[in-house]
């Protein structure tokens, strides 16, 4: 693959998961398909959708450009020729690890830090009772600190081995899709259930209640620092 390939199948990603979360968000906002799982049984804000379009696509076009950019920038790192799918998963999972723990005490910090509350993370908590595209309906700078978790952790394994370009799309699709899907405010058997996976009902009440519920991916640090409930 070229570097401008790379570049474009990294767009592409996200413009796949994002359609994915469009397509929920419309379920979630027109239907009552899956109104049995809903968390907050209270009704939306009526015209939310369009409210929050603006910051959303304005949020999502600044994405598409670091990243295919990044992606462009950052060839030279990525191998390309095939790899072991354990390494592969391994990376996937390191990744995450690095991200969940700094996106923890970041993510604590907009909450603690009564001036970044104000001015920078209230923004998201607008939405009290979230759809799924509001994953991204977010102050830019927040959205934009929250990926450096991800470049700590790639960072890491390149200073032990090459990071695989798969292991690099495979943590964008499911870090963006776990993201749609915790801002749902939908509670499904089985998903609801996954051992030390932050699920969507923790962050249901983390934006109905403004405080605790700190992680993203996995449920660890909250329950090391005791910010669960």
């Given at each position: 693959m070229t570097r401008e390939e790379i570049a474009l199948y990294t767009v592409l990603l996200l413009v796949c998961t994002n359609f994915i979360g469009l397509l929920y968000s419309l379920i979630v906002l027109k239907t009552t398909w899956f109104s049995a799982f809903q968390i907050q049984k209270k009704s939306y804000e009526k015209g939310v959708f369009a409210k929050r379009m603006p910051r959303y696509l304005l949020n999502f076009s600044?994405?598409?450009?670091?990243?295919?950019?990044?992606?462009?920038?950052?060839?030279?790192?990525?191998?390309?020729?095939?790899?072991?799918?354990?390494i592969i998963a391994l990376q996937v999972f390191v990744a995450f690890v690095f991200d969940d723990i700094f996106f923890y005490f970041m993510h604590r910090w907009l909450h603690e830090n009564k001036s970044m509350l104000k001015k920078v993370h209230y923004i998201h908590h607008r939405a009290h009772k979230p759809f799924p595209l509001e994953y991204l309906y977010a102050h830019p700078f927040?959205?934009?600190?929250?990926?450096?978790?991800?470049?700590?952790?790639?960072?890491?394994?390149?200073?032990?081995?090459?990071?695989?370009?798969?292991?690099?799309?495979?943590?964008?699709?499911?870090?963006?899709?776990?993201?749609?899907?915790?801002?749902?405010?939908?509670?499904?058997?089985?998903?609801?259930?996954?051992?030390?996976?932050?699920?969507?009902?923790?962050?249901?009440?983390?934006?109905?209640k403004l405080s605790g519920n700190y992680a993203s991916t996995f449920s660890w640090m909250d329950r090391i620092f005791k910010t669960k409930f």
């Open positions: 600044i994405l598409l450009l670091l990243s295919g950019t990044g992606a462009y920038v950052g060839y030279p790192l990525f191998q390309l020729s095939p790899m072991s799918g354990w927040e959205w934009m600190l929250g990926m450096v978790g991800a470049f700590l952790g790639f960072g890491l394994i390149l200073l032990v081995m090459p990071v695989h370009i798969y292991s690099f799309w495979i943590f964008g699709a499911l870090r963006n899709l776990h993201e749609i899907h915790i801002h749902s405010d939908l509670k499904f058997p089985g998903l609801s259930h996954i051992p030390g996976i932050s699920t969507s009902k923790n962050h249901d009440d983390h934006h109905a």
